[in-house]
Each structure stands twice: as structure tokens, then as C-alpha cells.
């Protein structure tokens, strides 16, 4: 049955075409995941569905009667103050209260929540405890369809797990979400709707199958298309011909002939096969290879909360060139206070830099996660004058490559999305060309096509890399080592799987709560710690391995650029021991 039908859809934002003839459905037990890159329309579509917005063109129509559930990206201002259990009661009416109340303390169990933090108020819970108690909020309502917008931003891996579990449940209503989380879209969704060139390409599969189905249909359209313009090429060679001809030789057959082939050429035109250009992000460093064994250090370190309580201590960990590292822990256990204080001492003078020192050499390309940087109501093009070393020429070349065209550089950076926020960042990362970059969720904001995009420009040679994520695929793609934050001590472990098994469990009713108490270096014992020699040593012995075994190949099933990559990489860690 369905619940949705949006018809023929045409949508402009000011200048910018969105939608033009979109068409989808959304039917009883649907299980949608809505992706595409950022600013195509994904929460301007939602907003049309809810009756928010109004099309220009096209109709949406909804089953009569049918029941909605919102689910909102960000908190309410409202709801700030109010405790938890009384937040997804007062969706209910009245007279439900007095019957019903016992179902929200049972959904609030069902997503994780100890009866110790129902009377908290949200303003205390973290980012994605936040999101749950706004899916509870809508879910309560009992619904027939749910509309998600990135339930999962800001969820540490214990909230994500109550959220899939959730989701999965049977008896969940019919769902369209938007997410830019993968391992999220394949675990619950068994449909994916690709919004595109201003139309929607649905696939009855899940996110990482439909890709490859839309990898599929685009190499198809490339070939198609190929064709078309190989025979248009001949058509207006053989027209170019006869005009000349019927003009050399006044004959008014050729003039008709070339008359009759250049109608052909409109019309082929016109019906030529469509080829999407995609999402346009791209990064790509030119990494400076620093002449050094290290980056940063930290030496018997505490990491200190803003108002200046003790959350960790870190022993001795050294931070070399070509490292990606994954910073992990739970949600307050302090990432972001330490990326806060590296950033500190960053700015602070060599000379006065103590337990944590930084290489006079390093340039460092930091991503806030709150991108608080955009804050400032100046436009586009002037923000990136000031917070870019690039002359002006580079810089509107790289706003238009990025995807800002002329007409919208003037738009004040404030009122941009997340997304856009995002593009822009980065895009001064490719003018600047850093040598070393700080990323605190840099994936929160950024669409899967360029999440995708990202991982791959990170993982290139010899780039530097400290991030922080809830995304596990993300991380195992991208990191090298792994730092956590483990029973009030940073340390490095040489397998992330303990992390994410620890993730898994019951969620403890105070995580969010960053730890107070003074903690010393000896407290914690984690398995798989290793000392940086035996890091080194471990790799060094890797690398050998995949060297011998590709050079044991015959030479034209050899690797040659891998090969150089494995070599140099030998040489830098060679000289560091």
C-alpha cells in the first residue's frame, strides 16, 4: 500500500535546480535509505514530503489519514533543560500519560537508557544519546512512517548499536532515512534512493550493493554515450563535406543533403544518453615528507577537561611521518579536549613546548568537528580569502572545481550546511597543502560519495593523519595505528577490534560524564600494547614480506608503483631506528 507517492517533483533553492521530474514511492514495510552527495536535496525533499515546503511543479500525495514521525537532526533549544523520560512523554496526549506511560520507559530501554539517566536533562547526554531520546520522540507516536534525518550524526558506536538493533526490529514502521553512514544503510535498509542530477534512482538493494548497481548503470551510459558521440562526429564530418561540395560545385542535392544530416545531428542531440558528473569532492595533498623521526610527542602528558579537570595521562607515544592515526574512545572520555590541547601547544612557541612537542617543520590542516570556523556571517569566496594562503586566481578556480559556481560565492558561510561547511574546509587543505592533519569527525558532515572519495585521498603515501570517528569502516580503511583512550590512559593498541567489541556492550549510565578523578599512567593494563620499536620492527618485517612475495610474482602480474610505495616507506622506517 502506499504511503507516499511524490509525482513529476520540480524544486528550485533560489538559483539552484534541486529536483526536476523526481519521482518515488514510498510504501507499508519500505525500508528506504536516501543518499547522495551534499546539496542535491535530500532534507529539502524530506521537507517537501512533510508539507513543509511546496513544489514548484510536480504533486505529493499521501495515503489520507496516514501518520508521520519526524525525526529531527538537531535539539530543540527547547528541550535543552528537560529530562529525559519527560521529553518523550509529552508526545504523548493527555490522557495517554496516565495509561500509557509505562511504553516510554519501555522504548527508552529498548535504546540503551539506565534508569538513572531518565531524569537527566538532555543538555548533559551526549550528541547521540541526544539523537536517540529525538528518535524515541517520534517512534512514541506510533507512526506508519518515520522520516530520518542523520539519526546516527554524532553516535559513538554504543548508541548506533541500540539504534540499528532498533530498526531492525519488525515490527518498525515503514522508514525513509537519509544517512551518510554505510555500515548504518546496509544493516537496516533493504532499499536505496539515489537523489542525482535532480531525479532519483531507486534500487531494491541495500547502499553498498546499490553503488555497485549504479557504478553499473553510469559505466553503461559512459559506453552509450561513447557510441552516440562517435556517430555524431561522423554525421557532422559528412555534413561539413557536403556543404562544402554543394558550394564548390552549386549543386543544390549536396547543399539539401548536408541540410537533412545537420536535422539529424539536433535530434540525435537532444536524445543523446544523460552521464552524471557525480559529487565533485576531491582532496588531494602533496604531503611534505618532514626530514625527521617525528611529528609530535607526547611525554608523561595529562589531558585536561575545559575546566581543567584531569581526563587521561599518556605515557610516551611519538607520532612519525606517514602515520594515520585513529584516536579512539567513547563518547566524553576526552578525543576532542586532546585535539584541543595539541592545537594549543601548536600555537605556542617551540622553545616553550614541555611534554608535548611539535617539529618545528609541521603545518598542521585542522577539522573542527563543530566547524565553529563559519560561524561569521561573511561570504563564501571572502571567507576563503581569509582563512586560505592561496592568491585569488587559485582561489576561484578551486571554489568552482569544489563546486561554488560564480553566483554563489557570495552566500554568507553561517547559513550553509553542514555539507557545504565541509567542502569548503577541505578545499583550503588542497590550496594550503599541509603537511600534517588534525580531523575530529571529519566524516560527520560529508555525503557517502565523498566519505568514499575522502578515505581514498587520506590513504595516500606518506600523508600524516590524526582523526578521530564513529565510523568504523572509516576508520579501518584509513587508520595505520590506533591510540585509545582506555581506563584513563592513552595507549596504543595494534588491533582495534577490543575498542569495538567494548562498544557493543551495555551502554554505562554515565559515559557521557567525563571522568574526575586524578589518574596516573600505571592504572590501566590493555592487551595488544606494543612499545614504537616493536610497531616499527612489525612493520618493517610486513613490508619485506609484501615486497618478496610481489617480486616472487611474474613480472606481469608485479605491482611496480606498490612496490616504490613499500620501498620508500622501508627507507623512512629504516633510518628511524
Not at 530520518?148 to 530498526?167: C, I, Q, T, V
Request: aromatic share 8%; with cysteine.
Amino acid at each position: 500500500m502506499s504511503l507516499i507517492s511524490v509525482i513529476d517533483l520540480s524544486y528550485q533553492a533560489g538559483s539552484k535546480p534541486l529536483f526536476d521530474g523526481l519521482s518515488l514511492s514510498i510504501n507499508s514495510g519500505d525500508r528506504i535509505g536516501l543518499v547522495g552527495h551534499n546539496g542535491c536535496g535530500k532534507s529539502t525533499l524530506l521537507r517537501l514530503i512533510q508539507g513543509e515546503l511546496s513544489p514548484d511543479a510536480g504533486r505529493i500525495n499521501r495515503q489520507r489519514g496516514v501518520k508521520v514521525g519526524i525525526v529531527e537532526q538537531f535539539l530543540p533549544e527547547s528541550l535543552e533543560q528537560v529530562p529525559v523520560q519527560d521529553a518523550v512523554l509529552n508526545q504523548l496526549t493527555e490522557d495517554q500519560r496516565l495509561t500509557e506511560s509505562y511504553r516510554v520507559d519501555a522504548l527508552l530501554a529498548q535504546l540503551g537508557f539506565e534508569p538513572a539517566l531518565l531524569q537527566r536533562p538532555l543538555a548533559a547526554l551526549s550528541g547521540g544519546q541526544k539523537n536517540l531520546v529525538l528518535f524515541a520522540r517520534a517512534v512514541i507516536q506510533e507512526p506508519e512512517l518515520l522520516l530520518l534525518d542523520e539519526p546516527g550524526n554524532h553516535m559513538d558506536s554504543k548508541a548506533m548499536y541500540f539504534l540499528k538493533r532498533y530498526l531492525s526490529l519488525p515490527e518498525v514502521p515503514a522508514f525513509l532515512m537519509i544517512s551518510h553512514d554505510r555500515d548504518l544503510l546496509d544493516s537496516v535498509c533493504k532499499q536505496t534512493i539515489w537523489l542525482r542530477d535532480e531525479r532519483a534512482y531507486d534500487f531494491s538493494v541495500a547502499y553498498s550493493d546499490s553503488r555497485i548497481a549504479l557504478q553499473d548503470l553510469d559505466e553503461a551510459a559512459q559506453k552509450t554515450r561513447d557510441a552516440e558521440e562517435k556517430e555524431l562526429d561522423k554525421l557532422r564530418v559528412s555534413a561539413k563535406r557536403f556543404a562544402l561540395w554543394g558550394k564548390i560545385h552549386d549543386n543544390e542535392k549536396f547543399a539539401r543533403k548536408a541540410k537533412s544530416i545537420e536535422k539529424r545531428i539536433d535530434k540525435l542531440e537532444d536524445d543523446v544518453t544523460f552521464v552524471s558528473q557525480g559529487s565533485g569532492l576531491s582532496l588531494t595533498i602533496d604531503p611534505d615528507f618532514l626530514k625527521t623521526k617525528q611529528v609530535f610527542v607526547f611525554e608523561q602528558e595529562t589531558i585536561h577537561s575545559p575546566d581543567d579537570r584531569p581526563l587521561f595521562s599518556i605515557a610516551d607515544l611519538n607520532f612519525r611521518p606517514g602515520d594515520r592515526i585513529a584516536l579512539l574512545g567513547i563518547n566524553g572520555s576526552g578525543k576532542s579536549s586532546c585535539i584541543e590541547a595539541l592545537m594549543r601547544t601548536y600555537r605556542t612557541e617551540i622553545g616553550e613546548q614541555t611534554r608535548t612537542r611539535f617539529n618545528p617543520n609541521v603545518k598542521i590542516g585542522y577539522f573542527d568537528q563543530e566547524l565553529a570556523q563559519f560561524n561569521e556571517p561573511i561570504g563564501i569566496a571572502d571567507w576563503v580569502r581569509q582563512n586560505s594562503t592561496a592568491g585569488e586566481e587559485s582561489i576561484k578556480r578551486a571554489l568552482i572545481q569544489w563546486g561554488f559556481p560564480y553566483l554563489e560565492q557570495n552566500r554568507q558561510v553561517n547559513v550553509l550546511s553542514g555539507g557545504e561547511k565541509a567542502r569548503i574546509l577541505l578545499m583550503t587543505f588542497q590550496l594550503d597543502q599541509p603537511n600534517f592533519l588534525i580531523m575530529d569527525e571529519p566524516t560527520n558532515h560529508i555525503d557517502l560519495q565523498g566519505k568514499e572519495t575522502l578515505e581514498e585521498d587520506l590513504k595516500q603515501h606518506g600523508l600524516s593523519l590524526l582523526f578521530t570517528s564513529h565510523d568504523q569502516r572509516f576508520i579501518e580503511n584509513v587508520a595505520t595505528r590506533y591510540w585509545w583512550i582506555h581506563n584513563g590512559v592513552l595507549v596504543e593498541v595494534h588491533d582495534p577490534s577490543g575498542y569495538f567489541q567494548s562498544m557493543n556492550s551495555l551502554p554505562d549510565p554515565d559515559s557521557s560524564v567525563e571522568q574526575t578523578r586524578t589518574v596516573t599512567s600505571t592504572e590501566a593494563t590493555v592487551p595488544n600494547v606494543e612499545s614504537d620499536e616493536e610497531r616499527l620492527l612489525s612493520r618493517i618485517v610486513e613490508l619485506e614480506d609484501l615486497l618478496k612475495q610481489d617480486q616472487d610474482r611474474k613480472p606481469k602480474f608485479q605491482k611496480p608503483k606498490k612496490q616504490e610505495e613499500w620501498r620508500l616507506e622501508l627507507a623512512m622506517l629504516n633510518d628511524s631506528m
